[in-house]
């Protein structure tokens, strides 16, 4: 069996991820499309202290974009005749965007979640039959609709946080079921609309056999990563362990992926025959907490010796790095993590905190113009380090 050594492994793992490649001055719609494409989802997460995360892995890989090109292509409204609307939402990872042409390979996924959430005679959707049946039929009669724009008695937030009106839930659950999909966002705020009015008819009637989907998904992450581990593959898409490894052999026995061994994982691990092997990667970048590089925290350790936590939930007494510490990729190594937010009153991108991992360099000066990049591509004027890290004195000196 072929040996991989950590180091190609890990720079394996980077090259399938869009980084170590020369990039284009002014990054356009193309270089958005293809790297989502190579990525093969971005995901959602609401927090905007510093940037929403799904702008976050496209910046790190191909520098400072116009995020309206993003918008456009992500957030526009969409009907089944806007061929162009070549994007849509759903629980991929977790939530995620994903092309529109990949939403029947979670088709399985969809009736899953139905007979999980209806099988339960005291859940949700047992007791609320009504209320889906009247959201059916309000969007079939008046077409895609943002919760908030939907009138109904129960249409009123309960509780703190998150907490959902009806509407907003039966919408959910109808989305998770694959009835509803997504027709857009306005100011961040999903609108739904019943799938055969959003998705184009092929993609509504696609129906790919459960272990044909999943073989597929399988594929599709295995190239994403470059290398990985069957609890690698399983979880970019979030498939079940056993699936994950039935559809490995098969793809084994095809010659699409093939057996390697790599010292310290200890566990068997899989290459895509298509993964490039570089002699170098050359990066700097800050990556998302939700960037496929370091999501999987356990193949963060393993593949970069970086234990990962995001603090966000963690009381601010107990924080340790803080609230939304970004990943600083150097080159081929994680070698630092950064607490940025994005200050919009006072034009100020603030480095909360900066911190360098134990025995590994960390070069201030190739931070600073990252820094500054940042800042402008968030249109804040000024950089301000706080004293807050053995790595910001550093960073702060770097920026001067």
Known sequence: MTQVSPVAARRIALAAQGFGRARTVTPGTRQLNLMIEQLGLLQIDSVNVFERSHYLPLFARLGAYDRSKLDALLFTRRSKHAESSKYTEFWAHEAAFIP???????????EANRARYSSKPDGWVANHGAMLDWLRTELATTGPLAASEIEHESNERKGPWWGWSDVKTGLEFLFMFGEVATAGRTRFERSYGLAEQILPQRVVEANIPRADAIRELVRRSSRALGIGTLSDIADYYRLRTDDTKAAIRDLVDNGELLPVTVPGWNRPAFLHPDARIPRRIEATALLSPFDPVVWERDRALRVFGFHYRIEIYTPAAQRVYGYYTLPLLIDDAIVGRIDLKS???????????????ADVAADASRVAPLQRQIAAWQGLDDVVVADRGDFATDVRAALR
């Open 343 to 357: 200050d919009r009153q006072n034009g100020v991108l603030r480095v909360q905190s900066a911190w360098r991992e």
């Open 100 to 110: 529109v042409e990949d939403w029947p390979l979670f088709r399985w996924r969809m």
